[in-house]
């Protein structure tokens, strides 16, 4: 067996030296065709079996370096599958010592020698837990999100991993969906910016470098949009929405050289996304030259049995091969079915080889063949993961997750002396729910909590009372089917109450738990869970000097508290630097910039609500005297924060707006934007354009630039945007682009309701 696998090494040459990038290098580029040749060479030696093994994906099923699974259980087989060469991947598995073990059986002990790939949900860091995605969105700062991707794949690399099951890239309208926190919020444009971003730092320069993990763009694709919010619900969506809404963001990190796609679990057009032909074969690989592999979400295979799309699981496993679907995660259909499939002639080899080619290509370029254990360095391991370099970069994004959604009366920034702080909230010292979800090899407990933030900041006397837990005392944090809310239990607010009497500032840390979001975490009622509201309408009455410090993972509807409460910051769930980053922003240490990735609602009434909406025939608006018009009785249109929104502790204007056509359909767009306060600050500016008419209905407003720009006090800079075809056409119908002539407008300012405006007409 080992002869055969020296004679496969030799046969192949292993000498990937660098990886491809394949989408950015030319398709004739001799590296590639050398990559090709090898893999060539590799599939002419394989079986029908082994090729089908690279196919099939298991989650890490027994502790490698202990003993063998036992005769008769399901990880005898996953065990037995994985020594006969009939496993490509595994997922879940942890630490450089694991992977190596199981490297180890797939190198040495089957007949070719294959390396294993080993993916992992790194959604927000491995160990060293950032903002949840969510709340990284609001820095609207690439370079950061560039560099957290970054820290996050030298630190997976280091625990033996090569391969992140992220950026998720589903746009989602929808704050009950609870996986709104895996992705960058509403925006096609803003999402897709951040999700190359995001690929860009896992991947780097070269994969096959052991600080560089390969990107998977997942859920293609639809996911987003489950009905009524809630996770795995049916998603029915209209041409125009899945061109111009769904699928940019995807084309965008394809176009990046986003090395793996992840189907989806929703259907799209009634096909369920893994067994979606039109969006494998012909979007993807066809129209867009995809030539990395796709791997089905957990099971999806399976349950297109359950869809009613597939009459059992050998059906599935054909319609999702013919679909072009690479790798089964966890359905075993593939390796139980798909032989007998090829053998009686259902399903053509030639499919089977494409899908291997696919995935072969990638642990090449990752470099798994020159070394499969080069992400197996337990020194390393030890060296990388938490170092403190990571740390430093965690509190640099956490700060600038941060948007300050209300600040009357300049409240905020905190005096730093001879104050008397109250700090109320159980949110407040709590070392855990900062990580938020998706941190599977995080620690419990790491995280600095507000309070800890804040008793760095000596000059002013700090008092802490609890008021009321979030959850409930029979609740397991661990356990998400067991995870219960505290809907009763007000025994502190006596305690709070108190202290907030006679304090001159009250900080109020409420919001969700950190596992209330993610997937599986829908909710209908989005406001502050449990008793918490009470708990802040009962300390109003007593101090109106509150500072409501918000942590959640979705846009919540807090008409009260944005009504009464006259400072509010939305923190989100901010990773390992919680603590030190919020309280840095309260006292003044950096002046938040942060803008909202998603609107914001009133109600959960008005959900879906978005800012790029279409407008219907009946837009008339709000104050007019009429009734036949598109609106509610009861609530108004309007968002309670919309897109882009976020405050400073400076103020800025924007002045001079200013259109010129360079040269043919290049625009340039010009504006002042000057700091009209008192301190230095960033904002972040925004370019709108609304293409007044066209062969379809084009929403109201479209994201189509945006520029951070720092000001001193009084300082004023001109920005320019671009604006080419690029940002001016959409997709029709038919999915082509094009690009119409007729009069835009332009809007530009520090949110989605920016009111300079200035239209041009493109010839
Ligand atoms: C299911 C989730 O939908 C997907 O995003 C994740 O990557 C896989 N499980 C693997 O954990």
Redesign the pocket.
Known sequence: MKKIFLIGLFFIGLSCKKSINTAKQTSGSSFQLRIENKIDSLIDIMTLEEKIGQMNQY?GFWDATGPIPIKGDQSATKYKDLKKGLVGSM??VQGAKQVRALQKIAVEETRLGIPLIF???V?HGYKTIGPIPLAESASWDMEVIKKAAQNAAEETAAAGINWT??P?VDISRDPRWG?VM?GAGEDPYLGAKIGVARVEGFQGEDLASPKTIAA?A??FAG?GFAESGRDYNTVDLGTSTLYNIILPPFKAVSQAGVRTF?N??NVLNNIPATGNTFLQREVLKKEWRFNGFVVS????IAEMENHGYAQNIKHAAELAVKAGSDMD??SSAYVTELVNLVNNGTVDEKLIDDAARRILRVKFELGLFDDPYRYCNEENERNIIGKKEFYDDALDIAKKSIVLLKNENNLLPLKKENQKIAVIGALAQDKTSPLGNWR?AADNGTAISVLEGLKQYKGNTLKYAKGADVLAPDSKVAFVSELKINETDTSGFAEAIALAKTSDVVIMVLGEHGLQTG?ARSRTHIDLPGVQQELLEMVYKVNKNIVLVLNNGRPLAITWASENIPAIVEAWQLGVQSGNAIAQVLYGDYNPSGKLPMTFPKSVGQIPIYYNHNSTGRPYGEGNDVVFWSHYMDESNKPLYPFGYGLSYTSFSYKNLKIKVVEGREIQVMVDVTNTGKLKGKEVAQLYIQDKYASVVRPVRELKGFKMVELEPKETKTIMFMLTEKELGFYSNTGKYIVEPGTFNVFVGGNSWASLTHAFNLK
């Open positions: 989650t997922l879940n993916g992992f949900d959604i099951f992220a998720m996986r895996e998977c997942k859920h996911y992840m989806a679990f979400d957990w099971g999806s995660m966890e599977i997937e």
